[in-house]
């Protein structure tokens, strides 16, 4: 109930032309995660979240399945992946022997010119992924990057804020805790031959290994998005504004405006964050494959996001669309596929389900013009964190993975992230296919996964 009450208050707002409810949706920070705002006008916070551009990436390898078979050779691969990056709430480079070092000067130019050119080749980073990237890089609602360099020069304006700045630095190539995850994975591609023949398209190989990593902007993102929130709820305090339906959470500001301008420059910083943190941990996790299969190659299929704001036609016009915990959907011919790669097969979604059930790529069909050209970013949850810890054995949560063949870096796999808390993937992803939103072409079974207990930065 709650949840469907936050999807009537996001609608109701100032600006607000249509949201999306999506099968996935539950109760979130002002507007339900797992649904799909959109504006003309204005911009919210919320339904953006404090995850800035948390995001899925896919990294497809030349390694064959039964590669990985043995129980030992893929707790040599967590090995490997353990010393490069870091899980945790907090946790960054200094916690990891082999993790890229990342100093102020280029943790500066990560945030304010995201995959560039000179960004990729520091960090290691094969330049051709960022063709591959949903948005390799943001900017300024003005289109300058030099406008985010001006606000984040203003942002570490004393010595107390350029240091914690600069600590979220070096979080870059980080999981992070809650619900972040890194998951080896064997590609099945669809039998019918349409799908087979995108999938292919795309650089999916069947029956060979894949990782597919979920992570976001981390502390550096979260600090963004909550001194934007304290700056919203400020300033309508002063106005003696109203918030939508009494919720502070929803607050919000014209895109046009002074306040518009520095949300929106505060969230490209963050999302530009987040885009080099996936490909970093992209490269560190090939890297880490090839200490224990020398020579293998991978290359990066797609990253998309679930926690951002874009400008975008709907309905005839342009509008901010909002997304939390939703995800693009944009079919074959979509003009703003006009000119890569996707233009003939509409770009790839990825839907992580949970481990014992897998996850999934899909396509957008032309239906998903009814839902903003977005889907739902996963299953969603069916129990709150609380009740998952309470209601759930930890001995059947552990033996539940490993009868589905499933290792993982963790002592005890978190119970509050356990396939079981999460509604069921098949279930929401049939819901997907018969509203004619989007096929599947390949089906993702798990065969490691590594995770944090900490709490979730989203």
């Known amino acids: 109930a709650e949840t469907l ?25 002002g507007a339900p995660v797992g649904c799909v705002m959109v504006s003309p006008t204005h911009v919210y916070p919320g339904p953006v979240g404090v995850d800035i551009k948390c995001s899925m990436s896919l990294l497809q390898t030349d390694l064959p399945a039964d590669a990985i078979e043995e129980h030992s050779v893929r707790r040599k691969v967590i090995k ?17 022997p082999k993790a890229r070092s990342v100093d102020g000067a280029l943790g500066f130019r990560v945030a304010t010119e995201g995959a560039s050119k000179m960004v990729m080749k520091k960090l290691g980073i094969p330049k051709n992924w960022a063709d591959r990237c949903e948005d390799a890089f943001h900017t300024a609602a003005d289109g300058s990057s030099d406008t985010l360099a001006a606000r984040l020069e203003w942002l570490g304006r004393d010595r107390d804020k350029l240091a914690r700045i600069e600590s979220k630095y070096r979080q870059l190539g980080s999981y992070g805790g809650g619900n972040h995850f890194g998951e080896a994975e064997i590609v099945q591609l669809s039998q019918d031959p ?41 300033g309508f305090q002063k106005k003696g504004l ?124 032309k239906g998903a013009s009814l839902s903003a050209f977005s889907v739902n970013h996963g299953a969603g949850r069916s129990m709150s964190r609380t009740k998952a810890k309470k209601h ?35 279930d929401v992803l049939a819901s997907v296919v018969d509203a004619d939103l989007a096929m599947e072409v390949a089906r993702l079974k798990a065969k490691f996964v590594l995770k944090d207990g900490a709490p979730a930065d989203d």
């Open 80 to 96: 490997a992946i353990g010393k490069r990056v870091p899980t945790g709430a907090g946790r960054g480079q200094r916690h990891v």
């Open 194 to 234: 349409h799908a087979r023949a995108v999938a292919e398209q795309m650089g999916l190989r069947n029956n060979h290994v894949a990782f597919l990593s979920h992570c976001g902007s981390r502390g550096f993102g979260h600090d963004l998005a909550m001194g934007q929130f304290r700056a919203l709820k400020s």
């Open 242 to 365: 109203a918030f939508p339906a009494g919720d502070p959470q929803l607050v919000y500001a014209e895109a046009d405006s002074p306040e518009g301008q520095q949300y929106l420059c505060d969230m490209a910083m963050g999302a530009n964050f987040a885009t080099v943190n996936h490909l970093l941990i992209n490269a560190l996790v090939l890297e880490a494959f090839r200490d224990v299969f020398p020579g293998i190659r991978g290359e990066l299929i797609y990253l998309i996001s679930h926690n951002i704001v874009r400008r975008e036609p709907i309905d005839g016009q342009m509008q901010w669309v909002h997304r939390k915990g939703a995800t693009r959907a944009l079919p074959a011919g979509h003009p703003q596929l006009a000119g890569t790669g996707f233009e003939t097969t509409g770009h790839p979604i990825l839907l992580p389900g949970n481990p014992r059930d897998g996850s999934c790529v899909m396509v957008a069909n």
């Open 392 to 426: 759930l054995s930890q001995t059947t949560v552990d033996q539940n993975l490993l009868d589905h063949d499933i290792v993982s870096n963790c002592r005890v796999y978190p119970r509050d992230e356990a396939p079981d808390a999460y509604k069921s993937f098949n």
């Open 5 to 29: 009450q936050q999807a009537i208050n996001s609608r109701r707002a100032p600006g607000v032309s249509g949201v999306v409810l999506n099968p996935d949706a539950h109760v979130g920070y």
